[in-house]
């Protein structure tokens, strides 16, 4: 067992629903993983089984090559050693923040317990506010401090249950990208929850997509962007639209964009019918190009332009532009094709 | 969301708020009222500047001790108790789901209905040396009087039993609004960090409902220092027999006000130390986010105990004198309920309902008065009147008698000299008085009830109506009202169920031959008719218990998480 977390097979129900279903997953040691999902799609209710707030009737789960739970034992949620940061950090209001981080730290002689203290307070720099009470913090020093609190006690595992829904959204991007660095260096292995994927690309060695209680696909940000693994996976993860094709050959389809070249990861036989996931990087506006589509819509994304084209069809499509080609809606311009990475479907119809 | 900032919020978008005192009608009508009420407090404080040194070195010789160590071990004896009995329940209840959980939650609050003096009475009638328990003993064993020990009803740890075993509901009653007020992630957390539910209890859910048992606790105090009728029956001199005794005893009325004085400077000491610790340890709550709590349910030997834990107060402090009171009265109720006792019933039931109507409009002026209104003098005044009701009703007695007899003597003194009429006694020993005294008290009761319903109508409906073309009397009629119905209704039967239990300053200011239940069933356990009593001190119980299912719905329609939550 070299994985620092494995879940194998593990399904909960709560009050006789089914929130989750054969979740299977492992993370590497001083991995960041993500759990990435809708609300409501049982991300959080993993989260709280793995720390033991919720206990599954089927599969186990593995914290440092100990089981701690299958269907008939579970360990209890102080004795996982896990570390744990709350949506809303759910800091002792009654301690100061030196208390708030040293809360676990109890069997440490005093020049360990102060070490370990000051190690905190100067990863997370909060020497300023030691002494300060957490009513009195901003929000990003809450979690900062919750953070320091979580990892006090050197946990087998961090889990963060989504750590930037409290923040403002100006900051979510740069705090996550800090907190990486923080996680990073202190080498621990971490599962986080979020709804959000720019904070699980920023902050996630691997993420796993979740949706109505099914793992879809775990894998690296740009995997899933680029080559999902259904078509759930690809309607969550960034933007685009479905095109229907037909698979001329094993590196073809025929779309009435034209024919898209490239190697689709999951074969699909000769002649049948597809769906093309066409994303808004993959149509380019070029002036010269005999293909023309009407802007439908359009949203201004200060360097982009993001266009809803509507070619002769009816088919919609999206583009990114650079934002010094301003075209007024129902103006017809010029789109050339530029795909990389080609995901088809199989369709049923 | 991240912070939860102290909420005086409210009132910040009123445009019609002056920023200080103004002397308006209104206004001063307030300042009026506000002196009225404070009069008992100024006549007792300021009697300390009239020594009576003979009557002091006197009490100094005697008694004085005497009342203090009573009153501190009263003190400190029922504090921890009531700790005990409220806050460990709370907890349970609150947490754990265990046989008969559900019942208890608001079955510990039903000893609130019961009067001090009233379960002392009954645990004499059944413990004493005549009573069903020893004679029982006596009959099975062969035993005489002396040949055997028997813990002595009528004492000091008696005192402290009794007052324990029906105030300890206030430590409950606000340790549990703490408890689920508590957000659960905090609980949770403490969990991944290794607590066990004993730790996360005591690191992390005690320190944070410290502040609330503190106020639940000086509820305690208060009605221990106010507490007359047990002290008195159990023979234990504390400041409220003192105080009597001084009275009618000495005839000496000044030192009986500086003995309140002194009882005062008790109370004030208390109220400082507990607004300090909660000035320390005023938490902001970091966490708006409530889950549902989840109980756990307790194994078989946890429940057991938890159940007997739980039970056992709510049967000793209600159940059993109840049953106990039942069975005495109804062995006599056939001779008592006669046309003495109807009168005795109208009486309380009149003089509660006069005192709890005119309560409600003076707080709803006091109120309105407040509202829109940044003025801190206003603020001052209101808070002052509340006060009220820390002072002990002996205090309160004392402090309206001498102001109210001065007046009729000088009346009198001046219409006989000038007009040769004399008026008499012209408002002492009056009706007036008595209800005078008790919105003193009580007072603070319907303010603050009043207040917090009113809070809660934001002023921005108000500017809503206003924009519809209403009318301030069309607001307060089609908008305040409506909102507050509720709340006006429980601060006119908070304060009724007081006044019809209250004990000393009755005992002290009614009129000749006025009496009502609370005052008959005194007498007559006091004459060691303790059957007879029990028809007047039911009734009394009866209607304690109209609150306690007020306070028991609202408290369980309050959880923090439900959808209720406004």
């Given at each position: 067992m070299t994985r620092a977390i494995n879940i194998n097979d593990v399904s909960v129900s709560i009050e006789g629903r089914?929130?989750?279903?054969?979740i299977s997953f492992g993370v590497e040691e001083a991995g960041i993983a993500c759990l990435l999902?809708?609300?409501?799609?049982g991300k959080t209710t993993l989260l709280r089984c793995i720390a033991g707030f919720e206990k599954q009737h089927q599969g186990e789960v593995w914290i440092k090559g100990v089981r701690v739970s299958n269907p008939i034992h579970h360990l209890p949620v102080e004795q996982r050693h896990i570390g744990m940061v709350f949506q809303d950090y759910a800091?002792?209001?009654?301690?100061?923040v030196a208390d708030n981080i040293t809360?676990?730290?109890?069997?440490?002689n005093t020049k360990m317990f102060k070490q370990r203290l000051d190690e905190l307070v100067e990863l997370l720099s909060l020497q300023k506010h030691?002494?300060?009470?957490?009513?009195?913090?901003s929000g990003g020093q809450q979690q900062r401090v919750a953070l320091a609190r979580a990892m006090a006690p050197r946990p087998g595992v961090l889990l963060l249950d989504e750590?930037?829904?409290?923040?403002d959204v100006e900051l979510r991007e740069q705090i996550a990208r800090e907190l990486r660095q923080i996680i990073k260096q202190d080498g621990i292995t971490t599962i986080m929850v979020s709804h959000n994927q720019l904070e699980a690309f920023a902050m996630a060695d691997v993420i796993g997509v979740m949706n109505e209680g099914h793992l879809l696909q775990w894998d690296k940000a740009f995997k899933l962007y680029?080559?999902?693994?259904t078509s759930e996976v690809a309607d969550f993860i960034g933007e685009g639209v479905f095109i229907p094709g037909e698979v001329i050959n094993d590196k073809e389809v025929k779309t009435e964009i034209g024919n898209i070249q490239g190697v689709s990861p999951h074969g699909v036989a000769q002649g049948k019918k597809v769906t093309v996931l066409i994303r808004p990087d993959d149509i380019l506006h070029d002036?010269?190009?005999?293909?023309m589509a009407r802007v439908k819509d359009k949203a201004f994304r200060g360097a982009e332009f993001l266009y809803t084209l509507e070619l002769d069809s009816g088919t919609r499509l999206l583009s990114l532009v650079p934002s010094h080609h301003n075209h007024p809606v129902n103006e017809p311009i010029g789109i050339r094709l530029e795909i990389d990475h080609l995901v088809v479907f199989p369709r049923n119809d | 969301m991240l912070v939860t900032p102290d909420?005086?919020?409210?009132?910040?978008?009123?445009?019609?708020?002056?920023s200080s005192f103004v002397f308006s009608k209104w206004n001063s009508a307030l300042v009026v009222l506000s002196l009225l009420f404070s009069i008992p407090l100024a006549v007792v404080l300021g009697s300390?500047?009239?020594?009576?040194t003979k009557v002091w070195a006197h009490l100094a010789d005697t008694v004085l001790t005497d009342y203090i160590f009573n009153s501190l071990m009263l003190l400190l004896g029922v504090a921890l108790f009531s700790l005990l009995l409220g806050v460990i329940p709370a907890w349970l209840v609150t947490m754990y789901r265990f046989p008969l959980s559900r019942y208890l939650e608001w079955a510990l609050?039903?000893?609130?209905?019961?009067p001090a003096y009233i379960i002392a009475y009954s645990y004499t009638g059944m413990l004493?040396?005549?009573?069903p328990l020893q004679t029982s003993i006596r009959e099975i064993s062969g035993w005489q009087y002396h040949d055997y020990w028997f813990p002595e009803v009528r004492s000091l740890g008696g005192a402290i039993t009794m007052l324990s075993l029906v105030l300890y509901p206030y430590v409950y009653l606000l340790a549990r609004a703490a408890f689920i007020e508590q957000s659960i992630c905090v609980l949770e957390v403490s969990r991944t960090l290794g607590c066990n539910a004993v730790d996360a209890f005591r690191r992390v859910a005690l320190p944070l409902a410290r502040p609330a048992i503190m106020v639940g606790l000086s509820l305690v105090v208060m009605e221990t220092l106010a507490d007359y009728g047990t002290v008195q029956y159990f023979g234990v001199s504390t400041f409220t027999t003192g105080i009597f005794r001084t009275w009618?005893?000495?005839?000496?009325s000044v030192a009986a006000a500086q003995l309140s004085a002194l009882l005062l400077v008790f109370v004030a000491a208390f109220l400082y130390l507990e607004k300090r610790s909660r000035r320390l340890a005023r938490?902001?709550?970091?966490?708006?986010r409530y889950s549902n709590l989840l109980q756990q349910q307790l194994n078989k030997g946890a429940g057991l105990f938890a159940l007997i834990f739980c039970a056992l107060p709510m049967i000793s402090g209600f159940i059993i004198p109840v049953c106990f009171l039942i069975d005495m009265a109804s062995d006599t109720y056939s001779h008592i309920l006669n046309k003495d006792f109807y009168l005795l019933l109208f009486n309380s039931l009149s003089l509660a309902f006069a005192t709890a109507i005119l309560a409600l409009l003076i707080a709803l002026f006091m109120a309105y008065s407040n509202r829109n209104t940044d003025s801190t003098v206003n603020r001052f005044l209101v808070r002052f009147v509340s006060?009220?009701?820390?002072?002990p009703g002996t205090v309160i007695a004392v402090g309206v008698l001498i102001p109210f007899a001065w007046f009729d003597n000088t009346l009198d003194a001046f219409l006989t000299e000038h007009f040769n009429i004399s008026s008499g006694l012209?408002?002492?020993?009056t009706i007036v008085t008595l209800i005078f005294a008790y919105l003193t008290r009580f007072l603070a009761v319907s303010i603050n009830t009043v207040e917090a319903a009113l809070g809660k109508i934001k002023p921005v409906m108000d500017e809503v109506a206003k924009t519809t073309g209403m009318s301030s009397a069309g607001i307060i009629k089609r908008i305040h009202m409506p909102m507050m119905r509720g709340s006006l209704l429980t601060a006119l039967l908070l304060v009724f169920v007081d006044v019809l239990k209250e004990l000393p300053a009755t005992l002290i200011?009614?009129?000749?031959?006025f009496n009502t239940l609370a005052v008959r069933t005194y007498e007559l356990a006091n004459e060691e008719r303790l059957a007879a009593a029990a028809v007047p001190a039911l009734a009394i119980v009866l209607a304690g218990i109209i609150p306690v299912i007020m306070i028991s719905n609202s408290i369980s329609h309050s959880r923090a998480g439900n959808d209720s939550k406004k």
């Open positions: 089914r929130i989750l279903e054969n999902g809708p609300s409501g799609c800091l002792f209001p009654h301690l100061s809360f676990a730290l109890k069997n440490l030691i002494n300060k009470y957490p009513h009195s913090l750590p930037f829904a409290s923040l680029h080559e999902p693994e002036d010269d190009s005999k293909m | 909420s005086q919020a409210i009132s910040d978008s009123s445009v019609f708020k002056t300390i500047f009239f020594p009576e609050l039903l000893p609130m209905a019961m004493d040396v005549a009573g009618f005893g000495l005839g000496n938490f902001h709550h970091t966490s708006s006060m009220g009701y820390a002072i012209l408002i002492s020993g200011l009614r009129p000749f031959n």
